[in-house]
């Protein structure tokens, strides 16, 4: 089902949703969050907070991601948005998080605790266009206040939606496809799903799409790793998004000379590798990678893989494709010499990376002093 009533218990989202990669409308999820009556231009100004506590807005409501972000307050972002073509897209401020629980299919203590990187507000007076793009996160967006309609393609079709190399987004005008120039989007079957105020929606990763917004318009959503694997959920033992630690809870803090970091590259080396093995072709057509697979990933992350290791060790390091085949050999379980899902999540960190590693080191040694004496 692509739309149910409210939330689900979140075993049934993993399984249902999360696991196979299917979206899915949770309408009216939200209407029970303390935001959904709160969250007023007067309510927002009546919080001492919101003077000093400083985010990020983009000037000008369609996107293009050649432009950056600026910083500023909240209450003085409040005073100006229905006036100037802004667009808030920042970390939830801590002050406000009180408002929001968390999310009930995310209401698991491995989740929150392990995979769980940031917590979003987009915010603007309307008429935002996003640019073509997918994300490299899971995805749950709650939409707090006005309306929203997203339009989106399965990953198995990414091939087919013009993506840039870097950035995981197109430079295909949302407004007018020239399909002189972007051929593929003619063969790509599209998805609508329009949201109101208390309906959420879950994008799965890789998920080509892009969002319009009308009317006064504020959505948090929350980000998370990718993650396919079945686990158990342990309810955790806090009940409001205060106790997780997010990817922005460092960068945003008081008003005045403090600057706001950039928290792109979070991610450890082992996600990314991940992340790479997982947007492969073959992932996403069968379901599994090949060695090859496997080495084109590590290919776009073997330099800084290896300065990892030479931080450990303290010495220059090196892998041959033997060794890095050893890897894979350790990860392949099941012996099939392919990667499933389950194993590419038994990747789990960069711990476990250097562990792997370190093995095939091992493991490889006695043939190399074979060799020298051959």
């Known amino acids: 089902r692509t739309c ?18 299917y979206p899915v409308v949770f309408k009216g999820a939200a209407k029970e969050f303390p935001a959904f ?39 003085d972002y409040i005073k100006r948005y ?17 408002d929001m629980p968390i999310f009930g299919p995310l209401n698991c203590k491995f989740v929150l605790t392990k995979l769980m990187d940031d917590l979003v507000m987009w915010f603007s007076s309307g008429g935002t266009k996003s640019v073509w793009h ?15 309609e997203l339009i989106l393609a399965n990953r198995s079709e990414m091939e087919l939606g013009h993506f840039q ?58 980000w998370w790793d990718i993650y396919k694997t079945p686990f158990e959920c342990t309810p955790p033992d806090f009940s409001d998004w205060g106790a997780v630690s997010l990817t922005t809870d460092s960068d945003i803090g008081k008003a005045g000379e403090e600057v706001i970091k950039d928290t792109e590259g979070a991610r450890e080396l082992s996600g990314n590798l991940r992340l790479l093995m997982w947007s492969s072709l073959s992932m996403r057509k069968s379901g599994r990678i090949s060695r090859f697979d496997f080495l084109e990933a590590l290919s776009e992350f073997e330099e800084e893989i290896l300065g990892l290791l030479e931080s450990v060790h303290g010495s220059p390091q090196d892998m041959t494709e033997e060794e890095w085949l050893m890897v894979f ?13 389950r194993e590419i999540d038994s ?28």
């Open 329 to 341: 050999d350790q990860l392949d379980a099941n012996k099939d010499k392919y990667l499933d899902p």
């Open 82 to 98: 229905n006036d100037e073509d802004l667009y808030c897209v920042t970390g939830l401020p801590k002050f406000l998080r009180g």
């Open 4 to 21: 149910v009533q409210g939330f689900i218990e979140p075993t049934r989202f993993f399984q249902e949703y999360v696991i196979p990669g």
């Open 347 to 374: 990747l789990s960190s960069d711990e476990t990376m250097m562990f792997l590693i370190k093995q095939a080191k091992i493991e490889s040694s006695p043939r190399d002093t074979e060799r020298g004496e051959l």
């Open 37 to 75: 009556q709160r969250w007023t231009d007067e309510y927002f100004l009546s919080l001492e907070e919101s003077k000093e506590w400083m985010i990020e807005y983009e000037l000008g409501k369609k996107e293009t991601r050649e432009g950056g972000q600026e910083p500023i307050s909240f209450a």
């Open 134 to 148: 997918y994300d490299d996160y899971e995805n749950l967006n709650c939409l707090i206040k006005g309306k929203k």
């Open 165 to 222: 190399r870097e950035g995981s987004f197109s430079k295909v005008d949302v407004d007018s496809v020239n399909l002189n120039t972007y051929p593929g989007f003619s063969e790509i079957t599209f998805y609508n799903a329009t949201i109101e105020a208390g309906d959420c929606v879950y994008i799965p990763t890789f998920w080509g799409h892009v969002v319009r917004s009308w009317g006064r318009n504020i959505a948090i959503n929350a």
